[in-house]
């Protein structure tokens, strides 16, 4: 009964987290027509450092409070989860306003590593600034938010964060809007309330957490007063944080391992680029936001569904049901690779088609996003893995080898990224981030193996169907492109007719191929399942 519970809460989160990535995935196209590559540019790179500051003060939650909160609970220690809650609060506060004015009186200093143009300098300057200001209130949200799922109550939190993300987004588009077309006011104008529109989401995720605590406030009190006496209060305050550290420290990694990847490309890209300004400041912005928000697209939905077969590895694990666990892992991977595979090849075939219908025909611009995304599409498979990867060892136990899995992948970015940039030019971003998680994945890969016994040639089979129907898939797109006079677009009606041609047909052969051999039915047989 409690798995069930555990299985549907997660699925009930996992909705809402995918809606909430798809529109905040989504609105990127708006807001590019209506700003511009100015815009996108202002956004993204006051939006990166504002992620990565913005885990780091909520300390991983509410990932790692749920896993407090629903650990004590279960062995009928309920007050400590209210302590951890009354503290918390102003813990959180205190890191709100500490990463908040890390963020606004360092503005400048970041903007300076990231060696950004002196036109585009006092700009970005500002955007950071604007931003920071969500940092205030977030964590005390993130803190309600778990404490909620420790009770396996996921209600509240997908509410809250559909709310917030509506919020945002519609401020964003509705500010850029009337700024840009209204009041034919300046693109910084435009990119400043859009940066802005985080904390205006912020306050309406956290009106929802708020609300939902009047309602269930008496309920949970009267839950957390049937503590038994023994276990009360016997916990110091260090011991309780210090566990809860242990815990969030990998829900931060992975949840701020993308920021990290792309504050990367923007502090070296304009160092080591050998372009002018305005080119440099273009591919930025589709290594960072446009292109890499589509990229994100196929990874959305294939890792949703993979990692919601955790909680079932969690509760396999702790029976010390090896077996059951394997089955799992096989679920989560196939998954993946069945729905990531073919989507990111599809996508990079497509991508001068696809960035030129949803963002810009310019010849010269598309040249640039299109070749960007054409290389950069296969990396959601790396985004995809590393993910599901790293959710399956946070069932198995094994939480400090996704840090040392990030931390390995990031210094190879690192040291690759000045020379592929040398080598390759605007793809040599897209290549150092594969190397880097490639190295990441095989870590994990090496301790799944080494903690379950899993054989990974389970899903060999499966992947060598994938991977033939997948290669049949880009053929039909390329007889696609030979008919209608190739892959370059000169028009967004001529894009439009040879995506919809080639997503129609091409994912139709694919699937066909798989439920004429029984694929579809093993990798989707075994999800229902869960």
Same mark, same amino acid.
């Given at each position: 009964?409690?798995?069930?519970?555990?299985?549907?809460?997660?699925?009930?989160?996992?909705?809402? =987290?995918?809606?909430?990535?798809?529109?905040?995935?989504?609105?990127?196209?708006?807001?590019?027509?209506?700003?511009?590559?100015?815009?996108?540019?202002?956004?993204?790179?006051?939006?990166?450092?504002?992620?990565?500051?913005?885990?780091?003060?909520?300390?991983?939650?509410?990932?790692?409070?749920?896993?407090?909160?629903?650990?004590?609970?279960?062995?009928?220690?309920?007050?400590?989860?209210?302590?951890?809650?009354?503290?918390?609060?102003?813990?959180?506060?205190?890191?709100?306003?500490?990463?908040?004015?890390?963020?606004?009186?360092?503005?400048?200093?970041?903007?300076?590593?990231?060696?950004?143009? %002196?036109?585009?300098?006092?700009?970005?300057?500002?955007?950071?600034?604007?931003?920071?200001?969500?940092?205030?209130?977030?964590?005390?949200?993130?803190?309600?938010?778990?404490?909620?799922?420790?009770?396996?109550?996921?209600?509240?939190?997908?509410?809250?964060?559909?709310?917030?993300?509506?919020?945002?987004?519609?401020?964003?588009?509705?500010?850029?809007?009337?700024? /840009?077309?209204?009041?034919?006011?300046?693109?910084?104008?435009?990119?400043?309330? @859009?940066?802005?529109?985080?904390?205006?989401?912020?306050?309406?995720?956290?009106?929802?957490?708020?609300?939902?605590?009047?309602?269930?406030?008496?309920?949970?009190?009267?839950?957390?007063?049937?503590?038994?006496?023994?276990?009360?209060?016997?916990?110091?305050?260090?011991?309780?944080?210090?566990?809860?550290?242990?815990?969030?420290?990998?829900?931060? =990694?992975?949840?701020?391992?993308?920021?990290?990847?792309?504050?990367?490309?923007?502090?070296?890209?304009?160092?080591?680029?050998?372009?002018?300004?305005?080119?440099?400041?273009?591919?930025?912005?589709?290594?960072?936001?446009?292109?890499?928000?589509?990229?994100?697209?196929?990874?959305?939905?294939?890792?949703?569904?993979?990692?919601?077969?955790?909680?079932?590895?969690?509760?396999?694990?702790?029976?010390?049901?090896?077996?059951?666990?394997?089955?799992?892992?096989?679920?989560?991977?196939?998954?993946?690779?069945?729905?990531?595979?073919?989507?990111? /090849?599809?996508?990079?075939?497509?991508?001068?088609?696809?960035?030129?219908?949803?963002?810009?025909?310019?010849?010269?611009?598309?040249?640039? &996003?299109?070749?960007?995304?054409?290389?950069?599409?296969?990396?959601?498979?790396?985004?995809?893995?590393?993910?599901?990867? @790293?959710?399956?060892?946070?069932?198995?136990?094994?939480?400090?080898?996704?840090?040392?899995?990030?931390?390995?992948?990031?210094?190879?970015?690192?040291?690759?990224?000045?020379?592929?940039?040398?080598?390759?030019?605007?793809?040599?971003?897209?290549?150092?981030?594969?190397? &880097?998680?490639?190295?990441?994945?095989?870590?994990?890969?090496?301790?799944?193996? %080494?903690?379950?016994?899993?054989?990974?040639?389970?899903?060999?089979?499966?992947?060598?169907?994938?991977?033939?129907?997948?290669?049949?898939?880009?053929?039909?797109?390329?007889?696609?492109?030979?008919?209608?006079?190739?892959?370059?677009?000169?028009?967004?009606?001529?894009?439009?007719?040879?995506?919809?041609?080639?997503?129609?047909?091409?994912?139709?052969?694919?699937?066909?191929?798989?439920?004429?051999?029984?694929?579809?039915?093993?990798?989707?047989?075994?999800?229902?399942?869960?």
């Amino acid at each position: 009964m409690m798995a069930s519970k555990m299985i549907r809460g997660t699925m009930i989160l996992t909705v809402a =987290a995918f809606f909430s990535r798809f529109l905040g995935i989504l609105f990127v196209i708006p807001y590019y027509w209506l700003t511009g590559e100015q815009g996108s540019f202002l956004y993204q790179y006051a939006y990166t450092p504002y992620a990565i500051m913005l885990s780091v003060s909520t300390l991983g939650l509410p990932l790692a409070v749920s896993k407090f909160v629903s650990k004590y609970n279960s062995m009928g220690d309920y007050e400590s989860g209210r302590r951890l809650l009354k503290s918390g609060f102003l813990v959180m506060l205190a890191t709100g306003i500490v990463g908040f004015l890390i963020l606004f009186l360092g503005a400048p200093g970041i903007t300076s590593l990231m060696h950004i143009p %002196k036109e585009e300098y006092g700009n970005v300057v500002l955007v950071i600034r604007v931003v920071s200001i969500a940092i205030i209130i977030v964590p005390v949200m993130s803190l309600m938010r778990g404490y909620f799922q420790g009770f396996q109550s996921m209600g509240p939190t997908a509410v809250s964060q559909v709310v917030e993300q509506v919020v945002r987004v519609g401020f964003i588009l509705i500010g850029a809007f009337i700024v /840009v077309k209204v009041a034919h006011g300046s693109v910084v104008t435009a990119a400043a309330l @859009a940066t802005f529109a985080a904390f205006v989401g912020a306050v309406g995720g956290l009106y929802v957490m708020l609300h939902y605590w009047v309602l269930r406030r008496v309920k949970i009190m009267k839950t957390s007063n049937k503590s038994r006496p023994e276990r009360r209060y016997r916990m110091s305050f260090v011991t309780m944080y210090k566990e809860l550290i242990t815990y969030a420290v990998p829900f931060v =990694a992975v949840g701020i391992a993308m920021q990290v990847y792309q504050l990367i490309d923007q502090s070296m890209a304009f160092y080591y680029l050998n372009y002018v300004d305005e080119i440099k400041e273009a591919i930025i912005t589709d290594l960072t936001m446009n292109d890499q928000k589509l990229v994100i697209i196929p990874v959305t939905l294939a890792t949703s569904l993979a990692v919601s077969a955790v909680p079932a590895i969690i509760v396999s694990f702790s029976k010390g049901d090896m077996r059951a666990v394997n089955e799992k892992i096989t679920q989560a991977f196939e998954l993946v690779l069945f729905l990531t595979i073919p989507a990111a /090849v599809g996508l990079s075939v497509l991508g001068y088609m696809v960035h030129g219908l949803l963002y810009t025909v310019s010849p010269d611009l598309l040249k640039i &996003g299109g070749r960007v995304l054409s290389w950069y599409a296969p990396t959601a498979l790396f985004f995809a893995l590393f993910q599901v990867g @790293a959710s399956i060892l946070q069932g198995i136990n094994r939480q400090l080898v996704t840090i040392i899995a990030l931390g390995s992948g990031i210094l190879f970015k690192i040291l690759l990224n000045p020379l592929s940039m040398k080598l390759f030019g605007m793809v040599g971003p897209v290549i150092a981030t594969d190397i &880097g998680y490639l190295i990441s994945i095989l870590i994990i890969v090496f301790a799944i193996r %080494k903690a379950t016994d899993y054989r990974f040639s389970m899903i060999a089979q499966q992947l060598i169907h994938i991977l033939f129907y997948t290669g049949i898939m880009v053929l039909v797109i390329e007889l696609i492109f030979f008919v209608s006079g190739g892959n370059f677009p000169h028009s967004r009606g001529k894009a439009f007719i040879v995506i919809i041609l080639s997503v129609t047909i091409g994912a139709a052969v694919y699937l066909l191929l798989a439920k004429w051999t029984g694929l579809l039915r093993r990798v989707m047989g075994r999800s229902r399942e869960r």
